[in-house]
């Protein structure tokens, strides 16, 4: 079920956090620990993972209970789990969270994480270079984001971490989710396209215009490209995170947009859409990190642009899993 090697690994970090047990529900860490398992195995709701003996699958949480070591005093929980379950649980033991042990493993993908993220890419790829082809003059917002959903379907990923359709004032919102709004010509249109492949997700956003582009826009987004390219660059070992963050600022700030950047220049992915290593103070870059980089400059009731593009920190540099063109591309229908 875990590969022995991952669970060499695991039971380190237990020992090093004071873990006696780990208990798990369906969720990213389960599926990450449960990632070597043969697939129709199973159908079990929890996993529990002690210090002692091999990982155990329960049906149910008496089954899990049963399965914690009696003598255990720090069981570390699955974040996602409800406090109906740890209430049913009723472990006499302190409860903490199973990140504290498993996060700093999620950290560095293997091979086959890294090859799982660089197919859901390679699905975003596809169907933004396949957008350029739909009519969308006159459609919504919400319409294309079903038809993009639909065609992110067909490329055989599991499902879609995220769809975004915005245009025109709605490209500078960004917490804007798609509506009935008409996508016009001289609209900015903000898509972003996030699948998942065998857990793992991946981001893409780019940003056409429609017909033509508003004015003013072409120099913004070039600014929002070198801030992205310029982040892009430092994700090589050893670089602190935060200088990614620090990087995109500092080309924004200097293009006189610094008002109008987005608060966040970019995240860690993999089985979730958010998860470390994050642009912050105390981490540095290993090989095998991957984060999503996504400068963006959102002018209000105007226009914004945001690019998107994951990452993978390499032994000799960065690799962009995407391949798709940055740059800004025309729409004529």
């Not at 169907?127 to 959903?149: H, N, S, Y």
């Not at 056409?208 to 490209?225: N, R």
């Not at 960065?318 to 800004?328: C, D, T």
Request: with cysteine; hydrophobic share 50%; charged share 20%.
């Amino acid at each position: 079920m875990i590969d022995p090697l991952m669970l060499e690994d695991v039971r380190a970090g237990m020992t090093g956090a004071g873990v006696d047990a780990l208990v798990l529900r369906p969720s990213p860490d389960f599926r990450y620990l449960r990632a070597a398992s043969p697939k129709g195995a199973g159908g079990e709701s929890y996993l529990v993972v002690a210090l002692d003996g091999p990982p155990a699958q329960a049906g149910d949480l008496a089954q899990a209970a049963a399965l914690v070591p009696p003598t255990a005093r720090r069981v570390a929980v699955d974040p996602q789990m409800h406090a109906a379950e740890l209430f049913a649980l009723r472990l006499d033991a302190e409860l903490v969270l199973a990140s504290s042990v498993l996060a700093p493993l999620r950290l560095r993908k293997r091979a086959d994480e890294v090859a799982a993220m660089r197919h859901s890419a390679a699905a975003a790829d596809a169907v933004l270079l396949a957008a350029r082809e739909l009519a969308w003059f006159g459609a919504t917002e919400l319409a294309m984001a079903r038809r993009l959903r639909a065609m992110l379907a067909e490329t055989g990923c599991e499902g879609a971490s995220s769809v975004l359709v915005a245009a025109g004032e709605h490209s500078a919102d960004a917490r804007h989710q798609p509506c009935e709004r008409v996508i016009n010509p001289g609209d900015a249109l903000l898509v972003s396209v996030g699948g998942r492949w065998n857990g793992y997700c991946a981001e893409v956003a780019r940003v056409f215009a429609v017909a033509e582009p508003p004015e003013d826009f072409d120099a913004m987004y070039s600014v929002v490209l070198a801030a992205q390219q310029a982040a892009v660059d430092l994700v090589r070992p050893g670089v602190a995170c935060a200088e990614a963050a620090t990087t995109v600022r500092e080309v924004i700030d200097g293009s006189g947009y610094g008002a109008y950047a987005a608060a966040r220049a970019g995240r860690g992915i993999g089985l979730s859409p958010a998860e470390g290593p994050w642009l912050a103070a105390g981490e540095r870059f290993e090989a095998g990190m991957t984060v999503c980089l996504e400068p963006a400059i959102y002018l209000p009731d105007l226009f914004g642009a945001r690019v998107a593009d994951v990452v993978v920190c390499g032994e000799d540099g960065p690799e962009l899993l995407s391949a798709g063109s940055r740059a800004l591309h025309v729409l004529d229908h």
